[in-house]
């Protein structure tokens, strides 16, 4: 399309949603030989993002955290393209597992004749453990 430069190349790929974009612009990036192959290396990158972000929220700046978030979805994006997985696909399935789970905290709070959307932090938060101690 007549792209001057590799930046305009990625630039281009517009339109979708963003981990979807995210991934498409690491298959790019992929292709000229600018990614690590192994996924502990990129685990690794994944690790130091974190710590990024933590030391971010530590400090307190709302502009410096939205970055630092933005790094670490873009190196678990990183992570899945290691991996062969497609981020879009994952992040469909977490957003089913946890709607699932909500799904039996209701079920039990229910058995237990309580109210589920008024329940506070501590009750809720007893349920999903115990949700999560039934999956396992």
């Known amino acids: 399309r007549g792209f001057k430069t590799f930046a ?3 630039e ?3 339109g979708l949603p963003a981990l979807m974009r995210a991934q498409k612009i ?3 990036t992929g292709k000229i030989g600018f990614f690590w192959q192994d996924a502990q290396e ?3 990158c994944v690790q130091e993002e974190m710590d990024e972000l933590a030391q971010a929220l530590a ?3 709302s502009n410096h955290i939205q970055e630092e978030i933005g790094d670490v979805f873009y ?3 990183n992570l899945c393209y290691a991996l062969n997985y497609t981020a879009e696909d994952i992040m469909h399935q977490a957003c089913k597992k946890i709607i699932h789970r909500l799904e039996k905290m209701e079920e ?3 058995k237990d004749q309580l109210d589920f959307q008024h329940l506070d932090f ?4 007893n349920y999903w453990k115990l949700v999560k101690k039934i999956e396992k």
């Open 75 to 77: 190196s678990l994006v």
């Open 59 to 61: 400090e307190g700046d």
């Open 26 to 28: 690491t298959h790019q």
């Open 12 to 14: 281009d790929i517009r």
């Open 108 to 110: 039990l709070a229910m």
């Open 122 to 125: 501590n009750q809720l938060e």
């Open 8 to 10: 305009q190349r990625l």
């Open 42 to 44: 990129v685990f690794s």
